[in-house]
């Protein structure tokens, strides 16, 4: 299904939040929308892939990864393994890698850009944390809603 923020937005107005942020769109998705499963962590991207390999159907993973563009938290195997396990898609707050991959792949990704630096691997990462990035709140189990013009937040299902 595919789904239209700024449709949204004018149908929704006084249940979403926007997540102003100014997020790169990648993989071939153009839109993606599910239940929101956190993640806390900085540089290292060990739980984004355990998260990843659980089924995610209906889900979306929002990353905290603290803004940082010093290393990347998702790559092409990441993302081929959200893929095989059906989540909907991966909000990043940080970068990526292997980019022009991830453009040929069946996902949506939206993060701040991109780092051919891959990151640490100290299994260090907080699962479930209400997240506050760039002063929007996220809450694990709220729904992300995300297309080329943006990311929206909303405390239920609306599609």
């Given at each position: 299904?595919?789904?239209?923020?700024?449709?949204?937005?004018?149908?929704?107005?006084?249940?979403?939040?926007?997540?102003?942020?100014?997020?790169?769109?990648?993989g071939k998705k153009d839109s993606f929308f599910g239940e929101v499963v956190t993640l806390k962590?900085?540089?290292?991207?060990?739980?984004?892939?355990?998260?990843?390999?659980?089924?995610?159907?209906?889900?979306?993973?929002?990353?905290?990864?603290?803004?940082?563009?010093?290393?990347?938290?998702?790559?092409?195997?990441?993302?081929?393994?959200?893929?095989?396990?059906?989540?909907?898609?991966?909000?990043?707050?940080?970068?990526?890698?292997?980019?022009?991959?991830?453009?040929?792949?069946?996902?949506?990704?939206?993060?701040?850009?991109?780092?051919?630096?891959?990151?640490?691997?100290?299994n260090v990462g907080l699962r479930g944390e209400n997240l506050i990035i760039e002063g929007t709140?996220?809450?694990?189990s709220q729904y992300i809603y995300a297309d080329w013009d943006g990311v929206v937040l909303a405390?239920?299902?609306?599609?």
């Amino acid at each position: 299904m595919t789904i239209n923020t700024a449709d949204l937005w004018d149908e929704f107005t006084e249940e979403l939040t926007l997540l102003n942020l100014d997020l790169k769109h990648f993989g071939k998705k153009d839109s993606f929308f599910g239940e929101v499963v956190t993640l806390k962590l900085h540089e290292d991207n060990t739980y984004v892939r355990k998260v990843l390999e659980e089924p995610g159907e209906g889900k979306v993973l929002v990353v905290d990864g603290g803004g940082s563009r010093r290393c990347a938290l998702v790559g092409d195997n990441i993302a081929k393994l959200a893929i095989d396990n059906k989540w909907e898609g991966i909000i990043v707050y940080g970068s990526i890698r292997d980019s022009k991959e991830i453009n040929t792949m069946n996902i949506g990704i939206k993060a701040l850009g991109t780092c051919p630096v891959k990151s640490i691997k100290r299994n260090v990462g907080l699962r479930g944390e209400n997240l506050i990035i760039e002063g929007t709140n996220i809450a694990n189990s709220q729904y992300i809603y995300a297309d080329w013009d943006g990311v929206v937040l909303a405390n239920r299902k609306l599609v």
